[in-house]
């Protein structure tokens, strides 16, 4: 079965510092990835996702994340945060059985808080 | 341009009481599905569907039904809320194989 690891609960970062939050999936084939970011109260928003192709794929709002398969990995990083980004972050894998997709297999989400 | 709407936006219920989630899209996906999310849990998969009349079992389905009429629609039933199903419910329209899911804004259910 697949499954997502998100290593860190909570991350603190000054506003304008650079941002990296982990990912660690678990799957036999061809993971899609995907990253979701949720402000208080609200729904999931998608920042960017990963089908195949090019390692490095950028996102919305400045984030970008590197898959690397060696590592089972799926990095969110960005250079410089704004406190307009402090929300928690969610790592997702494509789930998929006999008969097709079948829903997300999420990490259990990492708290970003900015420091001014 | 609604996306996914979500009725209600809170909800209280007593145990034994039942209820339905309501989840409307205006995207035409065919794929849809209903997430819970608890504190420290991230979001878990209950029920999934892949087109109208066709339903699934995510990973926590217990205590929850699910029917699709129509591709806009896609209602969750509590059949006899207990308090262990206190939480957020999320429902997404999309996602199935390498399309994006959008997420509805949630209904906050407590069961008291």
């Known amino acids: 079965a697949q499954s997502v690891t998100q290593p860190d609960i909570h991350i603190t970062v000054s506003e304008g510092a650079s941002l990296e939050l982990r990912c660690n999936y678990s799957?036999?084939?061809?993971?899609?990835l995907f990253w979701y970011v949720q402000s208080p109260g609200q729904g999931l928003q998608l920042l960017l996702k990963?089908?195949?192709?090019?390692?490095l794929v950028q996102g919305i709002k400045g984030f970008e994340a590197e898959f690397k398969r060696s590592q089972s990995s799926f990095n969110l990083r960005k250079p410089s945060v704004h406190w307009s980004d402090a929300a928690e972050y969610f790592c997702?894998?494509?789930?998929?059985?006999?008969?097709?997709?079948?829903?997300?297999?999420f990490g259990k989400g990492t708290h970003l808080i900015i420091q001014p | 341009n609604a996306g996914v709407t979500q009725t209600p936006k809170f909800q209280v219920l007593k145990t034994g009481q039942s209820m339905t989630l309501q989840c409307a899209q205006d995207?035409?996906?065919?794929?849809m599905s209903w997430y819970r999310q608890d504190p420290g849990m991230g979001l878990r998969l209950i029920h999934y569907?892949?087109?109208?009349?066709?339903?699934d079992q995510g990973e926590v389905p217990n205590g929850y039904n699910v029917s699709r009429s129509t591709t806009e629609d896609f209602p969750l039933r509590l059949l006899s809320a207990a308090p262990s199903q206190t939480s957020v419910y999320f429902c997404?329209?999309?996602?199935?194989?390498?399309?994006?899911?959008?997420f509805g804004q949630g209904t906050r259910l407590t069961v008291v």
């Open positions: 997702a894998v494509a789930r998929y059985s006999g008969g097709g997709a079948d829903g997300l297999t």
């Open positions: 995207m035409n996906h065919e794929y």
């Open positions: 569907s892949v087109g109208a009349g066709i339903t």
């Open positions: 799957y036999g084939a061809t993971p899609y």
């Open positions: 990963y089908f195949s192709g090019d390692t």
């Open positions: 997404a329209s999309g996602g199935g194989w390498d399309t994006e899911a959008f």
